[in-house]
């Protein structure tokens, strides 16, 4: 028995052209319904399938929807009732879907910063789409049976696509550093001489005098309703639901230049920032970061900037408008498929503009200062989620970070920040990476060597194998007096090599040459396991503590082996050589130490990027040491003056 090719030609090409349009313009609507809900978990969390998951469904609705404006352009326009062919007029009316589409959902305009610096090219693929809906709308006219309503949601359509590419400019790199700039006043010059030459030929004894300006001050809150409250809020020790929106957007507003490359900050700011957050609890802290990289998301990857309450009110208004029109129509002539289709495809847009509205009510800001007799109880109501809150997520541990592991982090910063009264001192510290912890305990000479005098991937590298190697031998349960600081320093080792082998462009500029280091260790290492069987970490563990390092390995082996294996042996060996309790507040200290050098170092616009992939631990460290006072984006400022021409009596 043969296969008959060409009648499966024929019926696979019938099929097609019968159902290809339907079926798309379907799978666009899904797609807009899946990213509307799962879009915005995209930062909340780095689990690989959903991240994934929301990446194919965000390029899948930008390629079907121009496909399917496509395959409408190419339909023949006539008056067929067919069920299996679709009425022209009907293709005409689908046609500004695709647009509405096209527009994205507002919790999602683009994925990545790279998508926001390329939005010349992403407008003109845009725009040609609306002139390909302006075509097959001005091809079927001018008897149109669904005229008006096609016109309705084309302008709704390319409203929502004007939206898109407005968003994407503003959230691009230039655009954005532009916005956050700060524009010192200069002295104008001309208008000084002016003022000097015509009172003198008017024989007037003038003067020149100098004013001393006030530096500059924090911009104040616009949702802030009364001063002494704001006051109130700064004195307290815990803030209420409503207090945390209100600072959040404080000080997002006026520190969010820092992830520019371009934006420093007097001392002023930095005091006043310093002061605040050293009163605050870690839960609050690390909460009032959360939600300014939530506002952060929202600026660049979101249609916040663009986002007008006005407009949704008419997009929804043009939308009820057409969904009347096409009811009103008699639509006998039409397949009940296609008539199916259109009420799907009028209903879904309604419901979409409803949910974009919703969330534009009841975003944090919006929430702030539309419901500010409510802000409160709705927050608490809302347990945050539609705040939509950064969580911490570290994908190479079992969960999220732990109270105990924020308390000790907000502990050490608080511990720095005291001591950063001036910004010299701040800057001081933050190029610290282990050297200041060492000098604090007077064991500076004796660990030197694997800090200070290598590399920055050397010493993560070695100081991660020697933890790893103490851990093993204790006793480790929660009733020990150092756990907390053995649960520290195993966190933080384990997440710092983690962001050496997974994310590397974030210590890129301190890593040095860590992968040779990190290959000729593996080598070694599998090289001893090898030769006696080693099968768990337990025989591991005992097989590198049996090595004797009295000597240098690199005494022994030269400089061709970059491996750290044994040196991380010899630092295991000095570090017993300390009391426990000096050991583990030791080892604490330095793994905070190379953990802000690491945060201090990260470029602020690769930390910007890290709220669309998931909340990212060295970003949180990097942003709340900067409000602590810590950073290298702060100067002392100047006294300026401003003179004046003065006529003298």
């Not at 995209?42 to 496909?67: C, E, H, Q």
């Not at 096409?326 to 503009?353: N, R």
């Not at 007799?373 to 999220?400: D, Q």
């Not at 305990?441 to 005098?453: D, F, N, P, T, V």
Request: net charge positive; with cysteine.
């Amino acid at each position: 028995m043969t296969l008959d090719t060409s009648y499966l030609s024929s019926t696979a090409q019938q099929l097609w052209s019968t159902w290809n349009v339907r079926v798309f313009i379907l799978v666009s609507l899904l797609l807009q319904c899946l990213l509307v809900l799962c879009a915005s978990e995209k930062k909340r969390t780095n689990k690989g399938w959903l991240v994934t998951l929301i990446s194919l469904a965000y390029y899948l609705a930008d390629w079907v929807a121009p496909f399917t404006i496509g395959l409408i352009s190419n339909r023949h326009y006539g008056c067929v009732s067919a069920a299996g062919v679709i009425n022209g007029y009907l293709l005409a009316f689908w046609a500004p879907f695709l647009l509405l589409h096209l527009g994205g959902p507002d919790n999602v305009t683009s994925l990545s910063a790279v998508e926001n610096d390329q939005w010349r090219t992403n407008s003109s693929r845009l725009s040609a789409q609306i002139v390909s809906a302006i075509i097959i709308i001005f091809q079927s006219l001018p008897n149109k049976p669904f005229h008006w309503a096609s016109l309705m949601v084309f302008v709704a359509g390319a409203i929502k696509v004007v939206e898109r590419i407005l968003s994407l400019r503003f959230a691009s790199s230039n655009s954005w550093k532009y916005s956050n700039a700060t524009l010192i006043m200069q002295h104008d010059y001309e208008k000084l001489i002016e003022t000097q030459l015509a009172t003198r030929k008017a024989n007037l004894p003038t003067q020149v005098e100098s004013v001393k300006l006030i530096p500059k001050k924090l911009k104040h809150c616009k949702q802030t309703r009364r001063d002494e409250q704001l006051e109130f809020n700064i004195i307290s020790d815990q803030l209420d639901g409503k207090s945390l929106l209100q600072f959040a957007c404080f000080f997002y507003n006026n520190f969010k230049g820092l992830f520019t490359r371009d934006v420093n900050y007097g001392d002023n700011q930095r005091q006043f920032s310093r002061e605040f957050f050293l009163r605050r609890s870690s839960d609050d802290a690390f909460r009032l970061v959360e939600i300014e990289l939530s506002f952060l998301h929202e600026d660049r990857h979101t249609k916040v900037a663009t986002r007008n309450l006005v407009i949704r009110f008419v997009t929804l208004a043009l939308l009820a408008t057409a969904s009347h029109s096409f009811y009103d129509y008699h639509k006998k002539e039409f397949s009940k498929i296609d008539i199916g289709i259109s009420y799907t495809l009028l209903s879904g847009a309604f419901v979409l503009e409803i949910v974009y509205l919703l969330m534009a009510l009841f975003s944090g800001r919006n929430c702030w200062s539309l419901f500010k007799p409510f802000a409160n109880s709705i927050v608490n109501m809302r347990m945050w989620p539609l705040h939509e809150g950064m969580k911490l997520e570290i994908e190479f541990t079992s969960g999220t970070v732990s109270k105990s592991l924020k308390d000790n982090i907000f502990e050490e910063l608080c511990t720095r920040s005291k001591l950063a009264d001036k910004v010299e001192t701040a800057k001081l510290i933050c190029s610290q990476r282990g050297d200041w912890a060492l000098m604090r305990r007077s064991s500076y000479h004796q660990l030197k060597w694997s800090l200070g005098e290598v590399e920055y991937g050397h010493s993560l590298l070695l100081w991660h194998i020697a933890t790893d190697l103490l851990l093993y031998n204790i006793n480790d349960s929660e009733n020990h007096a150092s756990y907390r600081e053995h649960q520290f320093c195993k966190k933080i080792s384990e997440y710092m090599l983690y962001l050496l082998l997974m994310k590397p462009t974030m210590i890129a500029p301190i890593a040095g040459n860590w992968v040779k280091i990190f290959w000729d260790t593996s080598l070694e290492a599998k090289r001893l396991f090898n030769k006696r069987s080693i099968t768990d970490h337990k025989q591991a563990c005992d097989a590198i503590l049996s090595v004797d390092t009295k000597f240098k390995p690199v005494i022994l082996k030269g400089d061709e082996s970059a491996s750290v294996l044994f040196d991380a042996c010899r630092l295991e060996k000095q570090l017993l050589e300390f009391k426990e309790d000096n050991r583990w507040g030791l080892m604490s200290g330095v793994w905070m130490e190379l953990l802000s050098y690491a945060a201090f170092h990260c470029e602020g616009t690769v930390h910007a990027q890290n709220p669309s992939e998931g909340g990212e631990l060295l970003t949180f460290v990097w942003l709340l040491s900067n409000q602590l006072g810590l950073g290298k984006r702060f100067h002392e400022e100047p006294v300026r003056t401003r003179y004046k021409v003065d006529v003298k009596k």
